[in-house]
């Protein structure tokens, strides 16, 4: 359903040149709930912006339903777009609108139908288990309830394909927990396919049942999850499965710069 192929991205910046993919190739079928993880800096955000074409690779094409993303002008993408959610770490919200009318907003883009446009925000307020919010500002809302208003956001235009950039990150555990429920009924009940981002292996676990590992721009591994997780030679993953959440304490990474331990290798800013 989606083929991400050969993509490659260099970005230039004060005249040096880093490249931040190298040449990725990865398969997403429908229904699927893939997990695309890696330490900071990877790359993963760049790979998901690649998909929609938010970020435009240099080489290599996206293919999605058939047709290549990549040969689309500016006008056909903005219609291929509204099909794909998208859903960030910091919600992107609209403090000015309500929960109701920040979910109204990709509807009202496309229709003038006041009735239809509220009972479709009212069918995406149960869904994300908000109905008693709608009139309230973001500001109101807890971290958790401002994810469920920007996932309903999301789900507005009925897409087949939903992205999630570090969904959770700015959640606390339990209320991380909720939010990956929500994602996988998402899946289970719409049946809408799932590519998110994360650099922590307890949210690939909870959601995923396909993994994909990014380290400096290439992807280093893939595979089921129980594929990704018995692979324990490699020594990203065992990073990964070591530490439960990707990151690396300041003062262990520093000693990891001098000398790498027991498989365990520094994280390079
Ligand atoms: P991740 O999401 O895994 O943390 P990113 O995809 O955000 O990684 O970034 C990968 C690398 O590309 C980083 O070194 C980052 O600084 C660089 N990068 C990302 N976006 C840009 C940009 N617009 N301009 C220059 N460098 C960028």
Avoid: W
Wanted: charged share 25%; hydrophobic share 40%; proline share 3%.
């Amino acid at each position: 359903m989606i083929e991400i192929k050969n993509i490659s991205k260099t970005f230039h910046q004060k005249k040096q040149a880093f490249k931040a993919l190298n040449n990725i190739n990865l398969s997403i079928e429908k229904g699927d709930i893939v997990g695309i993880i890696g330490f900071s800096g990877a790359g993963k955000s760049t790979l998901i912006r690649t998909v929609n074409l938010l970020e435009r690779p240099d080489e290599g094409h996206i293919i999605i339903n058939g047709k290549d993303f990549t040969q689309l002008n500016s006008k056909q993408l903005a219609h291929e777009r509204k099909k794909i959610g998208m859903i960030f770490q910091h919600f992107n919200l609209l403090s000015s609108r309500t929960v109701f009318e920040n979910i109204a907003l990709p509807l009202e883009l496309d229709s003038d139908n006041k009735d239809k446009i509220r009972e479709k925000v009212n069918e995406l307020l149960q869904i994300v288990g908000l109905e008693d919010k709608a009139h309230d500002y973001p500001k109101s809302l807890s971290g958790g309830q401002k994810q469920r208003v920007a996932i309903a956001r999301a789900l507005a235009n009925d897409p087949y394909l939903l992205l999630c950039d570090e969904a959770t990150s700015a959640l606390d555990p339990a209320t991380t927990q909720s939010i990956l429920q929500l994602l996988r009924d998402i899946n289970h009940r719409l049946g809408i396919t799932i590519l998110l981002i994360t650099h922590e292996m307890e949210v690939i676990k909870a959601i995923c049942n396909h993994v994909a590992v990014i380290d400096k721009g290439q992807l280093v591994s893939k595979g089921t999850l129980s594929e990704i997780i018995s692979n324990k030679e490699n020594p990203i993953i065992k990073q990964f499965l070591n530490s439960g959440v990707m990151t690396i304490p300041q003062e262990l990474n520093k000693k990891l710069q001098k000398e790498p331990q027991d498989g365990l290798f520094p994280l390079v800013e």
